[in-house]
């Protein structure tokens, strides 16, 4: 059965931690994957290598401050993507400090970058899903079209929070679902709906002003100068069809760490581990065994 926990943020903010225990290692100090969100996302990407990865590590997976059970930032302004990353250190130490894959979906690469950064001791390796070094309102979709209207609605939204933050309950998780999978932003012939309702159903949970600072942090910040000093055994999964982060950063990504290698899903979109589940968690598992040698 998971574990729980609550590891602590430098400002004092409590972040819930998950855990799991993997097979028997003989007497050897376990390795730990620790699983890192996309931006307003609670745990639903990691579904099926929640359990996948059981077989071979030990797994923890966190929520970011003001997401899921984790409390809301004691600081409000500490939602940087920098303090993701601390956050994340703060959860290796709950965790026991000992030695770690880190794991990112999303925003997520950011963070575990970010995090190996901050301390790249006892990181054996990285796995970055879906997602680019940085400056994802500048690259999605392929524009930056995100970038310029963001400032626009942040300054509305600062001017009317109540009637944001309404507006912002109301949406129906079910319509959202069904916009996603009609606008082909997921591949509904590969993915099984309901996968997607936790992902719906948080995002209405999310405080849309701290939700729009987070994503413009992540907007502007970038780890493509730390790229070139990972120095740990990196796999890099995208989709050919991922509208949100187009593919060619995740062959960027890999092209620039030393000791990548990419995993290029064909016909996957923004959520492959949930639409070539198996794929997945054959490739990550070889990479584990074969690569990082657990």
Known sequence: MPQQLFATGRDGTRIYVRRRPGPDHDGAAPVTAILSDGIACDGFIWKYLWDDLARTVDVAH????????SAIPVDPTAIELVEHARDLDAVRTALGDGEVVLF???????????????RPEKVRGIVLICGSSGRITHTFKGTNVMAQILPRILSQIDTYPEIARALWARVPPQIALQVALLTGEVDK???VPEDLM????HMVDIDPPMFLRM???AGEHSAADLLPQV???ALVIAGDRDTFTPPR???EMAAAMPQAELMMVQGGTHVV???RKDAVAARVEKFLRERVGV
């Open 198 to 201: 936790p992902y719906m159903k």
């Open 231 to 233: 120095n740990v055994p």
């Open 189 to 191: 012939a590969a993915i």
């Open 104 to 118: 990112g979906h999303s925003m997520g690469c950011q963070v575990a970058l970010e995090a190996y950064r901050l």
């Open 273 to 275: 581990p949930l639409e």
């Open 249 to 251: 950063y995740a062959e």
């Open 215 to 217: 994503l413009v942090s």
């Open 62 to 69: 966190w929520n970011y401050r003001g997401h899921g059970r």
